[in-house]
Structure formats: structure tokens, C-alpha cells
């Protein structure tokens, strides 16, 4: 079992920063990856950035240039975020995603950017 506590978040206007950090516990070692999906009012939860044990980084086309995600240690991830835009609001979930298995989630955060 692995247990994701994330901060952060919270009301920015359009162009503004905000930063994210999730810290895990319990089971996390061996090699896996640690990021960020985030759920819109009304839509499915998707993919934003990870960042593996290998410092392996993808992200999603809607933020790339914008969000910066890096790793402290095995246990804990940031998410730094910039030029934000009303279409970034959203609640935002930490994963773990372990070498197998399904993995296992944070309870979000929610992150409003106003116009």
C-alpha cells in the first residue's frame, strides 16, 4: 500500500504561479512514477505530467512549456505552475504508479484560475 498526501493548490488569476507537492509513503520502492492528472468540472480525470525513478518526464501537450514537475528524493514530487489559464482549473490528483499494478491516488487538490 502506498499513501499519497499532496498541497498546494488554491485560487490564482489567469497568468499567475501556483505550486503543487505530493508526498508518499509506505510501499515505494523499486522503480515507479509519481505525477499529476487533473479532473475538470464535468469531464474525465487525464493525464497532466509523471516523472519516473529515472527521471524520465512526460507531458501532456496542454501544459508543456508551462508546468515543471520534479522529484525530491524517492517520496515526494512537485509540481511547479506557471502562465496559468482558466481552462487549467481543475482538481488535481497525485499518483504513484508503481512497476506493477495499478497504482494508487491522492484525494486532490483543487486549483481555480480566474479570468
Not at 485560487?11 to 507537492?21: D, E, I, K, T
Not at 519516473?52 to 525530491?72: A, M
Not at 499518483?95 to 487538490?109: D, Q, V
Amino acid at each position: 500500500q502506498v499513501q499519497l498526501v499532496e498541497s498546494g493548490g488554491g485560487l490564482v488569476q489567469a497568468g499567475g504561479s501556483l505550486n503543487l507537492s505530493c508526498s508518499a509513503s509506505g510501499n515505494t520502492g523499486g522503480y515507479n512514477a509519481m505525477g499529476w492528472y487533473r479532473q475538470a468540472p464535468g469531464d474525465r480525470r487525464k493525464f497532466t505530467t509523471t516523472i519516473d525513478t529515472n527521471g524520465e518526464i512526460y507531458y501532456s501537450d496542454s501544459v508543456k512549456g508551462r508546468f515543471t514537475i520534479s522529484r525530491d528524493g524517492v517520496n515526494s514530487v512537485h509540481l511547479q505552475m506557471k502562465s496559468l489559464k482558466a481552462e487549467d482549473t481543475a482538481v488535481y490528483f497525485c499518483k504513484f504508479i508503481p512497476e506493477t499494478g495499478a497504482g494508487y491516488w491522492g484525494k486532490g487538490t483543487q486549483v481555480t484560475v480566474s479570468s
